[in-house]
């Protein structure tokens, strides 16, 4: 803090933040599209450039629902189809209270996977019940499998589709960091867009 003019920009900077609430960015897409590695990136970033930003992944996997979720994935356990997804949800809504603080204390959050992989991937399983087999060596959970992402990434396609979501599409065929510097930009946009505006339904 320099003399008395820097010490009330300070002051002013403090005041502005104050009523600020963070941005909620959700990275959505298949499996290996590089949600994590640039969720990360993402996050570094922000707080690199005096943001506060925090990391959030669904599902999350250390709770006693995520815990559930967690065995259904690496098949060691079996879960009715709707009440997996219940489950999901669940998963979400426990982190709820939590997310809406963090939002208003001014907290952007950057979340890796959310509400619309929930619907994505119910819905792609229910597209997989119409076909009869389901092959492929994609790895080792449930759902990793060509086909599978494939009627997802179908799922995510009709969602973007929707014009009351306010998504950006982002081509994550290219490298990391070109990928990254788009995100950083529409998420700098997202924050300074968000700052002023209340909390609101994620999806009405
Ligand atoms: P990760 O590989 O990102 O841990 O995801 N999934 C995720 C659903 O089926 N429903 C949901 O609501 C969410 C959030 C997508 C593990 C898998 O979980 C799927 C991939
Ligand atoms: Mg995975």
Request: hydrophobic share 40%.
């Amino acid at each position: 803090m320099g003399g008395p003019g820097g010490l009330e920009r300070w002051w002013r900077e403090d005041a502005a933040m104050a009523g600020r609430r963070g941005a909620l960015i959700v990275l959505e897409g298949v499996d290996r599209a590089g949600k994590s590695t640039q969720s990360r990136k993402l996050v570094d970033a922000l707080c690199a450039e005096g943001h506060r930003a925090e990391l959030l992944r669904f599902p999350e996997r250390s709770t006693e629902i995520g815990k559930l979720l967690g065995s259904y994935l690496e098949k060691k356990s079996e879960v009715e189809d709707h009440s997996v997804h219940l489950l999901f949800s669940a998963n979400r809504w426990e982190h709820v209270p939590l997310m809406k603080e963090k939002l208003s204390q001014g907290v952007t959050l950057v979340v890796d996977r959310y509400a619309f992989s929930g619907v994505a991937f119910t819905s792609a399983k229910e597209l997989q019940l119409a076909e009869a087999a389901v092959r492929g060596e994609f790895g080792r959970e449930r759902y990793e499998s060509g086909p599978f992402q494939q009627r997802a990434l179908q799922r995510f396609q009709q969602l973007l589709a929707d014009p009351s979501l306010p998504w950006k599409t982002v081509n994550a065929s290219r490298s990391i960091e070109d990928v990254h510097r788009e995100i950083r930009a529409l998420s700098e946009d997202a924050i300074r867009a968000a700052a002023h505006r209340p909390l609101g339904q994620l999806w009405t």
